[in-house]
């Protein structure tokens, strides 16, 4: 079958699964570029080229994974993220969209030549740092977590895209001080929600999914040594849950940080905290 066929094919076998039709099109697109090697206006050139027989047989194992919900971005093997090309594997957290967001607000605290010292804590996959890093050559990076599956994938993707980031093996801050900036995507999921948690979420690590019965039990702590971490004037920007962000922001106010604002995302959602020392 030639592309255009297949990429009907697959989006019929993603609705079968239970795909929305939107999203089974979307995927079956991304699905098929990964198999044939080609992207955007090169793929599309293609659309009449027949699949070759290795290229069928590989189409018909990436829908059978997806199909069983084996999220689309550990089956292509790498996200894009702000224009990096990011790595990702099995048990470590899957960088998600709405996390751009939060780079473009911790981007607009950092002026273009800024070299500012800036923290992302729990790296994860390293991306927040990396596309800091990308962002901001000047400034310079650190990066905490303590998960050493998710080091060994940051400092791959590190070494991937050239971008120099300094990784500790830690929890939190590090025992770092003085710091410009601290961001940070912590788990924040509650542990309620593992009873409707979509299938996918199985595939990373639940030390970076869930924190306790109000999602805040990494968030809190990091709330506390901030405040040691960062100098006088620094910013401390948490993405959270619309559930409990205000929560943190609360205790946020209690600690003694100014100028406290909880922040949307590119859907409306309260998402982001921003505090200053």
């Given at each position: ?25 979307f ?171 979509p ?5 990373e690590?639940?030390l970076?999914?869930?924190?306790g ?39 946020a ?18 998402r ?6």
């Open positions: 079958m030639t592309r255009a066929e297949a990429i009907d094919y697959a989006r019929a076998r993603l609705e079968e699964a239970g795909f929305p039709s939107a999203i089974a099109y995927e079956s697109i991304q699905l098929l570029e990964y198999i044939t090697g080609e992207r955007g206006a090169a793929f599309w050139l293609g659309r009449s080229n027949e699949l070759k027989p290795a290229e069928e047989a590989h189409l018909s194992d990436v829908l059978e994974r997806r199909a069983s919900r084996e999220p689309l971005q550990l089956i292509i093997g790498s996200v894009n993220f702000m224009g990096l090309d990011i790595k990702t594997a099995p048990g470590v957290l899957v960088p998600r969209p709405e996390t751009e967001r939060l780079v473009e607000l911790a981007l607009e605290l950092l002026p273009v030549v800024s070299t500012a010292r800036v923290l992302d804590a729990g790296t994860g996959s390293g991306v927040i740092a990396l596309a800091l890093k990308y962002k901001r050559p000047a400034i310079r990076v650190f990066a905490s977590d303590i998960d050493s599956r998710a080091l060994n994938l940051a400092a791959k993707n590190a070494h991937l895209t050239g971008l120099k980031v300094e990784f500790l093996h830690s929890s939190l801050t590090a025992g770092l001080r003085e710091l410009d900036l601290i961001v940070s995507n912590p788990p924040y999921l509650n542990e309620n929600y593992r009873e409707s948690a299938p996918e979420l199985a595939w690590a639940d970076a999914l869930y924190a019965p109000d999602g805040l039990k990494v968030a809190l702590p990091l709330l506390g040594e901030a405040w040691s971490a960062l100098k006088p004037g620094g910013w401390l920007l948490i993405e959270l849950s619309p559930e409990n962000v205000h929560s943190l922001a609360a205790e106010r209690n600690y003694g940080f100014k100028e406290v604002k909880v922040l949307q995302d590119l859907t409306g959602r309260e982001f905290l921003r505090a200053r020392r």
